[in-house]
């Protein structure tokens, strides 16, 4: 059993002294060459207008005179 665990410490430690070299021997990361510019980036989507409370107001003013007629006529 000493036997088989040293094996693998010692395989362990071979293998991590082979990649600290290589490692150190790769060349270093550059940074990006070119920063992203702003045309480039996905267009921002467009914001709907919101409607205004007075719209909003009229529009159910006009809904309830559609009914209201309708609702006079169906009566007779």
């Not at 000493?2 to 790769?26: R, T």
């Not at 205004?52 to 159910?60: E, L, N, P, S």
């Amino acid at each position: 059993m000493k036997k088989l665990l040293s094996i693998v410490v010692s395989i362990l430690f071979a293998l991590s002294m082979s990649g600290l070299a290589f490692a150190q021997a790769a060349p270093a990361a550059k940074p990006a060459a070119e920063p992203v510019k702003a045309e480039e980036k996905a267009p921002a989507k467009e914001k709907k207008a919101k409607k205004t409370k007075k719209a909003k107001k009229a529009k159910k003013a006009e809904k309830a005179e559609e009914k209201a007629p309708a609702a006079a006529a169906e009566k007779k």
